[in-house]
Nanobody, 126 residues
Framework: QLQLVESGGGLVQPGGSLRLSCAAS????????IGWFRQAPGKEREGVSC????????KDADSAKGRFTISRDNAKNTVFLQMNSLKPEDTAVYYC???????????????????WGQGTQVTVSS
């Protein structure tokens, strides 16, 4: 059974940091580009960051640039999202997703993704 499981969410004060993890089971992430997405209540799901199969190419949404860093460890079948300088507007459920992408790049368009995790809540509040 193909499964993605996110972890690492929680409550953090503004300016704080969190590291999200996305672990795969039942399949190897080697063949997939991975994206992180988020959805706040009443808002559309938005792409945050993505990483290519090899890890050599990444793409960040404007809201994430300079604050979030995506990385992957294919040996551990896991992708990470390091989030620094968090703001209240970063509050959302964060999802990881896998895209069977053979182009060597990645996209933050959630329509392109094939498999999704259940999400982890991130709340930034004082």
């Amino acid at each position: 059974q193909l499964q993605l499981v996110e972890s690492g969410g929680g409550l953090v004060q503004p300016g704080g940091s969190l590291r999200l993890s996305c672990a795969a089971s039942g399949f190897s992430l080697d063949n997939y580009a991975i994206g992180w997405f988020r959805q706040a209540p009443g808002k559309e799901r938005e792409g945050v960051s993505c990483i290519s199969r090899s890890g050599r190419r990444t793409k960040d949404a404007d809201s994430a640039k300079g604050r979030f860093t995506i990385s992957r460890d294919n040996a551990k079948n896991t992708v990470f999202l390091q989030m620094n300088s968090l703001k209240p507007e970063d509050t959302a459920v964060y999802y990881c997703a896998a895209d069977l992408n053979w182009t060597g790049s990645c996209t933050t368009d959630y329509h392109e993704y094939d498999y999704w995790g259940q999400g982890t809540q991130v709340t930034v509040s004082s």
